[in-house]
């Protein structure tokens, strides 16, 4: 447990309180040693007899109240500055312990931010090589039967999204669910290309044994087959394309609102 600075500071004040009280008693205190007082007569006078004095009965009983009131006193007082230093830790603890949660809530809070600015830099990063690549070969053949050109993937460019992807779970609903959304049409048009891969690759089987005969009645019929799969084929990956082109729209449009860029 972290010792409080305002607790311990509170407690000396209360302590020092107290003390300057008690300091008050000591008059009362010494009174109550004077009983009796015996008087003596010079040696130089005739009278060789001693006189004493007694206190009266009222007397005594005015000293010892005077006593007990001033220890019901310095009890009262005593059990007033514990309270009082109970109270100033207390309001003490409290204040630190609001102030710890507003650091936590504020650090959280940028780790939040952090987190998206890393996607999005990701993600504008890759939409740049996109469009570099394949996805401008897919503009330039935008009209043709189907899409000739082949997808070379050879590994995970989606790091960052990997690694955060278990601190989605505390950000922003809205932003979380575009995020996740957006990476979900990505892999999909991923797999789009890759399947479009495949019929590539038998196409070109094909190709090659019309090309020994080009009167083989089966590969002329698998090559028909396989021509309008890549024809099925090239629609669905314009089509993913377009989803994907909304959703990151949609996606940095949200994270501008955050002010996250």
Same mark, same amino acid.
Not at 120 to 127: D, G
Not at 136 to 158: H, M, S, V, Y
Not at 206 to 222: K, S
Not at 247 to 253: D, F, N, P, R
């Given at each position: 447990?972290?010792? !409080? ?14 003390? !300057? ?100 830099? @990701? ?29 070379? #993937? ?19 609903? @809205? ?63 314009? #089509?993913?394309?377009?989803? #994907? ?9 949200? #994270? ?6």
């Amino acid at each position: 447990m972290k010792i !409080n600075v305002f607790f311990i500071i509170g407690t000396i004040v209360a302590l020092f309180f107290t003390r !300057n009280c008690f300091s008050q008693t000591n008059t009362a205190t010494e009174i109550v040693q004077t009983n009796i007082v015996n008087v003596q007569i010079p040696s130089t006078l005739a009278i060789t007899n001693t006189l004493s004095f007694e206190p009266e009965k009222n007397s005594l009983e005015l000293l010892r109240q005077a006593v007990r009131d001033h220890t019901i006193k310095d009890v009262f007082l005593l059990i007033f500055g514990a309270v009082i230093a109970g109270i100033i830790g207390f309001c003490a603890s409290l204040v630190m312990h609001k102030l710890e949660v507003r650091d936590k809530k504020n650090d959280d809070q940028e780790f939040k931010n952090n987190v998206l600015r890393a996607i999005r830099w @990701e993600l504008e990063a890759l939409s740049q090589i996109y469009e570099a690549g394949i996805g401008g070969k897919l503009r330039e053949f935008e009209n043709a039967e189907f899409f000739p050109i082949k997808l070379c #993937l050879t590994q995970d460019w989606f790091t960052v999204f990997n690694a955060n992807a278990v601190h989605l779970g505390k950000i922003d609903a @809205e932003i979380s669910r575009q995020i996740i959304a957006t990476h979900t049409l990505n892999k999909g048009l991923i797999e789009q290309y890759r399947i479009n891969n495949i019929y590539l690759d038998d196409w070109g089987q094909i190709e090659l044994r019309l090309v020994v005969n080009n009167m083989d009645a089966y590969f002329t019929v698998c090559r028909e087959k396989r021509r309008q799969s890549l024809k099925k084929q090239f629609a669905l990956i314009k #089509l993913t394309d377009a989803a #994907l082109k909304e959703s990151v729209t949609q996606l940095l449009a949200l #994270l501008d609102s955050h002010g996250i860029r």
